[in-house]
């Protein structure tokens, strides 16, 4: 690779998707794999994108009436055994705790000891302990609706782990919500999936698709299980949030009973919600370059890296108080909503290194002072997304509104080129053959490169859902809601199909 077009990210996107992810996460220093096999180490800088989540999502809960509560991340075997559907669907994935002690054993080593009555369940999600909590809370239709949303840890025994996408043990928030109808159970859990695919596309700048999953891809227990698909670079599918339409299930198998209004006792109408750490492995694969993480502005820890530069401690001093009324102009600056903070990087490093870092770390501007900039008043601006090289003099009495309003620009920037994307990898096919086709890799030494998002028909039998997942490892993602009704032939079978459903590659 010449000197000219050598990139930060090695190797790039083209050269070795999955391995290029990794390296964007270490060059931005995120989070690293724990000494516990599956689990990952979030750092600061990864910690705060989460936190950011938290803030912005914890808002809209509040505003729809949702409140926080904690519940215990261990759960009796016997609570998930009220239901088949859920303890079956969670089987293969659940860490379970059978002892509760060590003691000292006869080679002065240890020994586990003390085992339980009944074994734990390390929460892999909520709805059977928060379950048996609402049957105490819940006893008439006063009492309804209840919603709750829990922030927590998940653990799920994953046998393939990548950072942020799949790991042992992850991050999330779970809303668990009870009703006196099915309508309005229905109606919360299609309100909260609109809530994740409006932050997903206002904070995240990711474009998603809302749907309804097919019955094999329901949540275990659940009635519907609603979704937001959105498509990472390297055109697989990403599952961005759920929502699931519970129905009574969870509320007969924990006992939920209220007395209506007509004084009779019937069954509560129960949904359940969530997004997690993905979300956070979702904006490197939809937004990064080969130069590292790209952080759409609503999103990022910090917006504005300012880089002094000097020869020396004569300038340093100079450039360091200029540097300093830099700062002090976005003191307890706000942007749509949003704290701005920016960072003074005075390490003992060259311009040149600092800068890069920044880029890596997807900071959306750079500040660069120097003499003569002071002597200028103005400073160097440059933008992440931009070329590294581009710079924008701009004199300090106009750098606050310019920085505010660049913000808003790379921010609608970045989710109109990943809707671009979505678009331009999206195309309706009615043939097998182009079917198969556009997800053969064509090349075999990059299985990575397949196609997009396919908007095919499906006759609705599960044995062609099956066949396409076992030929291609392509799989329904959803049933879209903004589907048309019309007249076409399963993709697979060639039976009459009514819709057309959308198919692809996943993570």
């Known amino acids: 690779m010449s000197k000219q077009n050598r990139t930060a990210i090695e190797p790039t996107r083209d050269q070795n998707y999955a391995e290029?992810?990794?390296?964007?996460?270490?060059?931005?220093?995120?989070?690293?794999?724990?000494?516990?096999?599956?689990?990952?180490?979030?750092?600061?800088?990864?910690?705060?994108?989460?936190?950011?989540?938290?803030?912005?999502?914890?808002?809209?809960?509040?505003?729809?009436?949702?409140?926080?509560?904690?519940?215990?991340?261990?759960?009796?075997?016997?609570?998930?055994?009220?239901?088949?559907?859920?303890?079956?669907?969670?089987?293969?994935?659940?860490?379970?705790?059978?002892?509760?002690?060590?003691?000292?054993?006869?080679?002065?080593?240890?020994?586990?000891?003390?085992?339980?009555?009944?074994?734990?369940?390390v929460r892999p999600t909520s709805e059977t302990i928060i379950g048996a909590s609402f049957a105490r809370w819940v006893n008439s239709y006063r009492d309804l609706p209840l919603l709750i949303n829990q922030w927590a840890n998940i653990v799920r025994w994953e046998m393939r782990?990548?950072?942020?996408?799949?790991?042992?043990?992850?991050?999330?928030?779970?809303?668990?919500?009870?009703?006196?109808?099915?309508?309005?159970?229905?109606?919360?859990?299609?309100?909260?999936?609109?809530?994740?695919?409006?932050?997903?596309?206002?904070?995240?700048?990711?474009?998603?698709?809302?749907?309804?999953?097919?019955?094999?891809?329901?949540?275990?227990?659940?009635?519907?299980?609603?979704?937001?698909?959105?498509?990472?670079?390297?055109?697989?599918?990403?599952?961005?949030?759920?929502?699931?339409?519970?129905?009574?299930?969870?509320?007969?198998?924990?006992?939920?009973?209220?007395?209506?209004?007509?004084?009779?006792?019937?069954?509560?109408?129960?949904?359940?919600?969530?997004?997690?750490?993905?979300?956070?492995?979702?904006?490197?694969?939809?937004?990064?370059?080969d130069n590292g993480l790209v952080l759409p502005p609503k999103i990022a820890p910090?917006?504005?890296?300012?880089?002094?530069?000097?020869?020396?401690?004569?300038?340093?001093?100079?450039?360091?108080?200029?540097?300093?009324?830099?700062?002090?102009?976005?003191?307890?600056?706000?942007?749509e909503g949003i704290r701005i903070y920016t960072e003074m990087d005075e390490r003992d490093l060259t311009g040149s290194e600092r800068n890069w870092y920044w880029i890596k770390k997807g900071i959306p501007l750079r500040i660069e002072i120097g003499p003569r900039d002071i002597a200028s008043g103005s400073v160097m601006v440059a933008r992440r997304d931009k070329d590294p090289r581009e710079k924008q003099s701009v004199q300090l009495e106009n750098l606050k509104d310019y920085c505010l309003s660049t913000l808003?620009?790379?921010?609608?920037?970045?989710?109109?080129?990943?809707?671009?994307?979505?678009?331009?990898?999206?195309?309706?096919?009615?043939?097998?053959?182009?079917f198969y086709a556009f997800y053969t890799a064509k090349n075999k030494n990059k299985p990575e490169i397949h196609g997009g998002f396919a908007h095919s028909h499906w006759c609705g039998d599960p044995a062609c859902e099956e066949q396409i997942k076992a030929d291609l490892k392509v799989t329904i993602r959803c049933i879209p809601f903004d589907k048309e009704i019309e007249e076409g032939h399963c993709i697979v079978c060639g039976k009459p199909s009514h819709e057309r459903v959308i198919f692809a590659k996943s993570y």
């Open 161 to 289: 782990t990548r950072l942020f996408l799949r790991t042992s043990e992850f991050l999330w928030q779970e809303g668990h919500t009870a009703h006196e109808s099915f309508e309005e159970a229905m109606e919360e859990s299609r309100k909260m999936l609109d809530v994740y695919a409006d932050f997903a596309k206002d904070y995240l700048a990711i474009p998603v698709i809302k749907g309804e999953k097919t019955e094999s891809e329901r949540f275990p227990g659940a009635v519907n299980t609603f979704c937001i698909e959105a498509m990472m670079q390297d055109k697989k599918a990403l599952q961005s949030g759920t929502s699931h339409f519970l129905g009574q299930n969870f509320a007969k198998a924990s006992g939920i009973k209220f007395q209506n209004r007509e004084g009779e006792i019937e069954y509560a109408w129960t949904s359940s919600w969530g997004v997690s750490t993905r979300l956070i492995g979702a904006l490197i694969m939809a937004h990064s370059d």
């Open 302 to 335: 910090s917006h504005l890296a300012v880089i002094p530069i000097y020869r020396n401690e004569e300038e340093k001093a100079h450039v360091l108080d200029y540097c300093k009324k830099v700062t002090d102009l976005f003191e307890r600056t706000e942007w």
């Open 408 to 434: 808003s620009e790379i921010q609608d920037i970045y989710y109109q080129r990943a809707l671009a994307f979505r678009e331009k990898n999206t195309v309706k096919i009615d043939s097998k053959d182009e």
């Open 20 to 121: 290029w992810y990794q390296q964007v996460i270490k060059a931005a220093d995120m989070a690293e794999n724990s000494d516990v096999r599956g689990c990952m180490v979030i750092k600061p800088w990864g910690y705060a994108i989460w936190e950011n989540i938290q803030r912005a999502l914890d808002i809209k809960f509040r505003e729809t009436g949702h409140r926080n509560a904690y519940f215990p991340i261990f759960i009796p075997k016997s609570y998930f055994e009220k239901e088949s559907e859920h303890v079956e669907g969670f089987a293969k994935e659940c860490a379970v705790v059978t002892h509760s002690r060590l003691e000292d054993d006869a080679s002065g080593g240890l020994k586990v000891a003390g085992e339980l009555t009944e074994p734990l369940i």
